[in-house]
């Protein structure tokens, strides 16, 4: 578990919740998922946080969890395939296309366009 993570559980309010960014490896296994439980939180959302470096580095990455006080729901063991699916199946050929606009190279414009072909 995240050091400090039960400490600032303490602090949350039912239904506060704690957003956590690191890497994937960092949320794998029994130990996390037993910290989670411990500290009374529960999987709310997860998510790939980010950004382009620039030529020759391209995108790098980092996991963003959401965890939520008062809920019992597991942090999902194949949380790594389920948060990076969009990332791969989309983002990153969206985001390294040279025809995108510097400026638009965001997941949110990415998912506005993808939701833009599912009208």
């Known amino acids: 578990m995240v050091l400090g993570a039960p400490l600032l ?4 309010k039912p239904n506060g919740v704690m957003m956590i960014v690191d ?4 949320f794998a296994g029994n130990e996390f998922q037993r910290g989670v439980s411990a500290a009374g939180l529960g999987f709310g959302f997860a998510d790939v946080l980010g ?3 620039g030529e020759g580095r391209g995108f790098e ?3 963003v969890l959401i965890l939520i006080k008062g809920t019992e729901q597991s ?3 194949d949380l790594r395939r389920q948060t990076e ?3 791969d199946n989309y983002f ?6 040279p025809r995108t606009a510097q400026d638009e190279k965001t997941q949110a414009f990415c998912r506005g366009k993808y939701i833009e072909t599912l009208l």
């Open 9 to 12: 559980a303490g602090a949350l």
């Open 23 to 26: 890497d994937f490896d960092q």
């Open 85 to 87: 699916e969009g990332w």
């Open 92 to 97: 990153k050929d969206y985001a390294n296309d």
């Open 61 to 63: 990455a980092k996991a």
């Open 51 to 53: 950004g382009w470096l």
């Open 75 to 77: 942090v999902p063991h």
